[in-house]
């Protein structure tokens, strides 16, 4: 069994995955680190040195790479991975995954983000007011993908270890 996180940035994908994995004992791969590594050049260097669409063609190479080499592993997508190339279409053929999405308001997410947001090169220099509006239409934009996940978990006001043990009774 394998188990893909998806949601926007800042919705706990990577936190609750690891914590996930750590607790199932399953492998823990976080997609755009396998990127990172394969590519020896951080995310924001690739957007910036080779651009959207040869990432986006990147990512889905080491998505197919990991799904089809991994047996039981918690897999943190990243945001805009499910909404791209067929990559929805990769994780939903997939008969030994469950996509969960992790779903928080883009009030919460901008609360989330503006306080983190010097580490994200995409939000770096946005107001608050600015940046829900990013968040607003980002969200609008890729809600049809993640809305197609087999499980939808409300990740609002929840701490990570009620979201990673709302995740493990799936596998009951």
Do not use: W
Request: one cysteine or more; proline letters at 2%.
């Amino acid at each position: 069994m394998k188990i893909a996180v998806c949601g926007y940035m800042g919705s706990g994908k990577s936190t609750v995955s690891q914590l996930l994995a750590e607790k199932l004992k399953f492998d823990f791969i976080e997609l755009d680190k396998e990127i990172q590594k394969k590519e020896n050049f951080s995310i924001s260097e690739i957007f910036a040195q080779k651009g959207e669409i040869y990432f986006r063609k990147k990512e889905t190479l080491v998505l197919e790479e990991t799904l089809s080499h991994t047996k039981k592993a918690i897999i943190s997508l990243g945001g805009g991975t499910p909404c791209y190339g067929n990559n929805l279409e990769l994780l939903k053929n997939d008969e030994e995954l469950k996509l969960v999405y992790l779903k928080v308001t883009p009030q919460n997410l901008t609360q989330r983000l503006f306080k983190e947001r010097a580490k994200r090169p995409l939000i770096a220099n946005l107001e608050e007011e600015k940046l829900e509006e990013y968040v607003r239409k980002h969200l609008f934009e890729r809600q049809f993908y993640y809305l197609q996940s087999d499980v939808i978990i409300d990740a609002n006001n929840k701490t990570v270890e009620d979201l990673v043990a709302e995740i493990s009774k799936l596998l009951d």
